[in-house]
């Protein structure tokens, strides 16, 4: 093994090896965070960011490229649940061809055919202009599903690439690099979040509807090939080791040693449910984001113009990440089943907030506190998935995870659509206030799950 403390330029073509970087030093600057630049090169960082920003961008632009130009609230929200029932399909086969294949193959592919879908969206959306009728907007629907299934999933396949890279420490017994590894990562899905809607309000409101879209398929033209063929996909094995516990150990909740998930005595739960719950979590999740979406486009049409939704909707993603961040910083007596109970009872106790306002700046000061709940609620649901992953299997739940908060915004965007071109947006909001009320029924009961499988676990 080699024991070079320098960390490997990003331009280095020569594979990575990751047992050289297990001991790469901690930078005198930056804490913790300033070890993955040393471990994955400092390119890796950036351009993972800017690769995954087209996912952000994807169903919001849809949404209000279809509804801008037919005019229909439910079309733009049945072309938005399009590119998310594609995107939750298409993401574990893009992960299975991955494991397979290698990802740079499977990236770049689809990559190239992603490019092709989403301008076919944008050229059938305008072939139907003043279409109010779903089914006669069958194309520009079609498109977009086509949009969702080839989208590379580079939030997934960048967390499998740490995994790899931090694979030679954790079995040393030492996760602290993965536990930052997926800190960043969920940090990194925020800010697209922040960004991608952001850039969708300024630029379908002040230049065109079309443009966010074409904005998104340069940079998936771009960045995603060159995340693809980035040196640390050379860390991947292709099939992962069959009874290994990569992946197993880590609870993302930057904590480590004997609180890891790993050893603690019935922390894992049982069965089917120990998936089921936070991926059904992550389908609330997006089923709140989805109808929110939706209803703000029709709040904002009220006294703008709808594609302004994208700019108040990116309000909520700005608590939302700094809450997020601040979640590496909370006490470890504070566990993780609790702060998902709690986050998600501020969540909808604040969604009944959304039905008040009756101008901008009064959505936004809702929309700042409603996010404040949001950011942790997600870091938290994705520990427990690593918490509760089977063993050597960590990949295939970050996925379902993924693939859960898509399929709940394909579902919140169509079900919210439908609702605000029927009875405007509060009953849209409805869609919202109700996910959060599930996501708090589903934290309960993992808790309960828990707290049984301790006590078997002692009693035994």
């Known amino acids: 093994m080699s024991t070079s403390t320098a960390p490997q330029p990003p331009a280095d073509p020569r594979p990575i090896d990751p047992a050289t970087n ?212 050379t860390a991947v094995p292709r099939r992962p080791a069959v009874g290994t516990r990569a992946g197993a150990g880590s609870t993302g909740t930057g904590k480590t040693g004997r609180g890891s998930a790993e050893t603690r005595p019935g922390s894992r739960i049982a069965g089917p449910s120990r998936v089921a719950l936070p991926v059904l979590a992550m389908v609330c999740m997006g089923t709140f984001f989805g109808s929110t979406q939706a209803a703000l486009s029709a709040f904002a049409a009220g006294f703008a113009t709808s594609e302004a939704a994208g700019l108040l909707y990116a309000v909520m993603g700005i608590s939302s990440a700094a809450a997020a961040i601040s979640v590496a910083y909370w006490p470890a007596g504070f566990p993780v089943t609790a702060r998902w109970v709690t986050g998600a009872a501020a969540m909808a106790g604040l969604s009944a907030l959304l039905f008040l306002p009756t101008d901008g700046w009064g959505m936004v000061l809702v929309l700042l506190a409603l996010g404040l709940p949001v950011g942790p609620v997600m870091v938290t649901v994705f520990a427990i998935g690593g918490l509760v992953a089977p063993a050597g299997r960590l990949a295939t739940v970050m996925t379902a995870l993924a693939s859960g908060i898509v399929a709940g915004t394909a579902l919140g965007s169509s079900i919210g659509g439908q609702l605000a071109q029927e009875g405007g947006h509060h009953a849209a909001f409805l869609v919202s206030a109700a996910a959060a009320a599930a996501l708090f029924a589903l934290g309960a009961a993992a808790a309960v799950v828990v707290r049984s499988r301790k006590r078997s676990a002692q009693a035994s």
Not at 52 to 64: E, H, K, N, Q, S
Not at 73 to 81: E, I, K, N, R, S
Not at 163 to 177: C, F, K, P, V
Not at 195 to 213: E, F, H, I, T
């Open 22 to 233: 297990t001991k790469a030093p901690t930078p005198r600057f930056g804490g913790r965070f300033a070890r993955l630049p040393a471990l994955a090169g400092r390119g890796f960082l950036p351009v993972g960011l800017l690769a995954r920003l087209p996912l952000a961008m994807l169903t919001l632009g849809t949404l209000t490229l279809a509804t801008s130009v037919t005019g229909s609230y439910a079309v733009g929200g049945a072309a938005a649940g399009a590119v998310g029932i594609g995107s939750a399909v298409g993401a574990p086969i893009l992960g299975w061809l991955a494991d397979r294949l290698g990802q740079r193959p499977v990236l770049l592919i689809s990559a190239v055919l992603n490019v092709a879908a989403v301008l076919a969206v944008i050229a059938t959306a305008y072939l139907i202009p003043g279409v109010h009728d779903v089914g006669a907007a069958w194309s520009v629907i079609a498109a977009a599903l086509a949009a969702g299934l080839s989208c590379p999933q580079v939030g997934p396949l960048a967390r499998v690439r740490w995994m790899a890279l931090t694979a030679e420490r954790r079995r040393a017994g030492d996760s602290t690099d993965l536990d930052v590894a997926l800190s960043y990562e969920s940090t990194a899905d925020e800010l697209t979040f922040v960004l991608g809607p952001a850039l969708v309000g300024v630029l379908a409101s002040l230049v065109a509807p079309w443009l966010p879209l074409a904005l998104a398929a340069a940079l998936t033209l771009t960045c995603v090939p060159a995340f693809a063929v980035h040196r640390t996909h």
